[in-house]
């Protein structure tokens, strides 16, 4: 359970903009590593790597040890559970019918009666499962963030990528977003997301990746990271940190 | 546990509903082939349909009733396929090839080849294609230069899912402007009221040759490739980066979909004219039905598009025979006001642009 990734020097051009300009990081099963930065940092970009969705110009990942891009598609799709930043919702699809779709990498044809035993474990993991019948336009930002997440579970992934996972949620449901992000990270699966909310970041993370313009500013543990100089110079914001609670405040009164 | 009872029970639902429209469109058949100016029973009308004689009934239902009842089975099918493929394809619930105009492209390949291939003549109000591929060849290159502008509109210029709609209806507008401009230009009455007549879209006058040739393409590419998408269309609705992560190209789908339905929508349109609005209403309908999982939807919707087209042309033939009516006319009648309550709906049906 668990997997191996390594980036080495990627560099990857939108056109003749900088996107990503020399990123490397390492990350192993059951450890977390938060990517933060200020927005249009890069971190999206960085995920889709990891995914191979885009493919760099230059440096390469590794994942399991094998370059990403020699590895099929397909093989790739079954092993990585991705939680996109937003998910369109239209055409009146039930939540049963989307968790379902997590299982695409495993289907030929049509369902079988498997899959539907995965989609429904996958729900009932994220507590979910009550929603099952319900069509994903009528759930509200919470819940279908829970739906996305249970989506990305029924691929029955060892790495999962998520973007901005608490963002659009309110208190409660960030906390329990990020407490079953813990519980599948202690199960032993490659955690990568790319995270807002510093304090968040700061709990969570086993190691952190600072992005500024494309480039990595500092890498490490959280306290070696998220240190006031370092978020002064990427974020602009002068702010205290609160170690013994893990918490980090802006200092500017608004 | 009881969930999962209840996803069951609603899969059996789902299920249910299929079967009984299945048992509804074979008992249509027989019974549109029963309905019309010529009065006879049913059993007759059996009779004569599994053993044909020299009788004027056998001439009535096997010359006149029955070819056009099995084109209203295929054609709404490939239709309503098209319709519900393209909107899942594209995320756009008002996407058609009826709103993407690919049938006035349609049509406007079949005119170019009745007026300058001499590929058919009217004779007795009766149209001939002396060849129906040719005809139906150059409906297809041209609705594929349409598929070609939608695809365009939409993912070099961005268009969001009203103003891609509402671009394509304009361009229709140019197609039928080229058609009209075509007759005048061409002044042959003959041949003028050939497009005329032509453009009403009217199931009676498909030929068996060119039923079969339908039929053989939408049941050997059309129609099992739409089923057989089914999984990926459920993916492409969640977006692009879904399906990506899943490893699969939504823009290879939304390609071979929109090609596959411009194929389907040029065969159809070739041989019967412009019928609007089935590849909009039926899939609408069926979701309604049986809710957005395209495993039940597909199937479903085909199954509505069949009927509302075999209805819809029983209608037209008994509501005021002698005369009948268009089935083109009859569904724009019924589909144009749904076109308007859906886009004065649309935030409610959950497009966002």
């Known amino acids: 359970m668990g997997i191996e990734i390594k980036v080495r020097n990627v560099k990857l051009y939108y056109k003749s903009i900088k996107a990503l300009d020399g990123i490397s990081l390492d990350i192993g099963g059951g450890e977390i590593l938060s990517v933060i930065g200020p927005n249009g940092a890069g971190k999206s970009t960085l995920l889709k790597v990891i995914n191979g969705i885009l493919r760099p110009k230059i440096g390469a990942v590794y994942f399991d040890g094998r370059l990403l891009h020699e590895i099929p598609q397909k093989e790739v799709a079954m092993k990585t559970g991705v939680v996109p930043q937003r998910i369109s919702s239209t055409g009146m699809l039930t939540v049963f019918d989307f968790v379902l779709t997590g299982r695409r990498p495993y289907i030929n044809f049509t369902p079988t009666k498997i899959d539907e035993e995965k989609a429904y474990e996958a729900l009932k993991t994220v507590n979910a499962a009550h929603l099952a019948n319900r069509t994903l336009e009528e759930l509200s930002g919470g819940e279908l963030q829970r739906v996305v997440i249970a989506r990305a579970l029924a691929v029955e992934p060892e790495v999962m990528l998520l973007d901005e996972p608490t963002s659009n949620l309110d208190l409660k449901y960030q906390q329990e977003t990020l407490n079953l992000i813990k519980a599948l990270c202690s199960k032993g699966l490659t955690i990568i997301m790319a995270i807002h909310d510093l304090t968040q970041a700061y709990r969570i993370s086993d190691k952190i990746l600072m992005l500024n313009d494309g480039k990595v500013f500092a890498a490490g543990k959280p306290e070696e990271v998220l240190t006031p100089q370092n978020i002064l110079a990427v974020y602009g914001v002068p702010t205290i940190i609160l170690k013994e609670h893990k918490i980090i405040i802006p200092t500017e009164r608004i | ?353």
């Open chain 2, 1 to 353: 546990m009881w969930i999962k009872l209840l996803i069951k029970h609603s899969n059996y639902k789902k299920r249910l509903t299929l079967v009984c429209l299945i048992i509804i469109t074979f008992f249509l058949v027989p019974l549109s082939v029963a309905l019309g100016w010529y009065k006879a029973s049913l059993l007759d009308i059996l009779r004569v349909l599994f053993m044909p004689d020299n009788s004027p009934l056998s001439a009535v239902v096997w010359d006149l009733r029955l070819r056009r009842v099995l084109a209203a089975l295929i054609i709404g099918a490939v239709l309503a396929g098209s319709g519900t493929a393209i909107q899942a394809s594209l995320r756009n619930p008002l996407a058609s090839p009826f709103t993407f105009g690919l049938s006035f492209a349609a049509s406007l390949g079949v005119a170019v080849a009745l007026l300058f291939l001499q590929g058919g003549n009217i004779q007795r109000f009766q149209i001939y294609f002396y060849n129906p591929f040719l005809v139906s060849i150059f409906a297809f290159l041209f609705s594929l230069i349409q598929v070609m502008v939608i695809l365009l509109l939409a993912y070099k210029a961005g268009l969001g899912a009203r103003a891609l709609v509402l671009s394509a209806i304009a361009i229709s507008f140019v197609y039928q402007a080229i058609l009209y401009l075509l007759q005048y230009l061409v002044l042959n009455e003959i041949l003028t009221s050939t497009v005329v007549f032509w453009t009403f879209g009217d199931l009676g006058r498909i030929s068996w040759s060119e039923l079969y040739l339908v039929a053989v393409v939408s049941l050997a590419i059309v129609i099992p490739y739409f089923l057989y998408r089914s999984i990926d269309y459920d993916l492409m609705l969640g977006g692009d980066e879904l399906a990506k992560s899943a490893g699969i190209s939504p823009e290879r789908i939304r390609l071979e979909t929109t090609v596959i339905a411009a194929l389907g929508t040029a065969m159809a349109t070739s041989f019967v004219g412009i019928i609007g609005f089935v590849c909009l209403v039926a899939p609408h309908a069926a979701r309604l039905i049986v809710g957005g999982g395209h495993k039940y939807l597909m199937p479903t919707s085909m199954l509505m598009g069949s009927i509302i087209l075999m209805i819809s042309d029983t209608i037209g033939r008994t509501i005021i025979a002698p005369t009948i009516i268009p089935v083109g006319i009859m569904t724009s009648m019924v589909g144009a006001p749904l076109l308007v309550y859906l886009l004065i709906k649309g935030g409610k049906y959950g497009h966002r642009d």
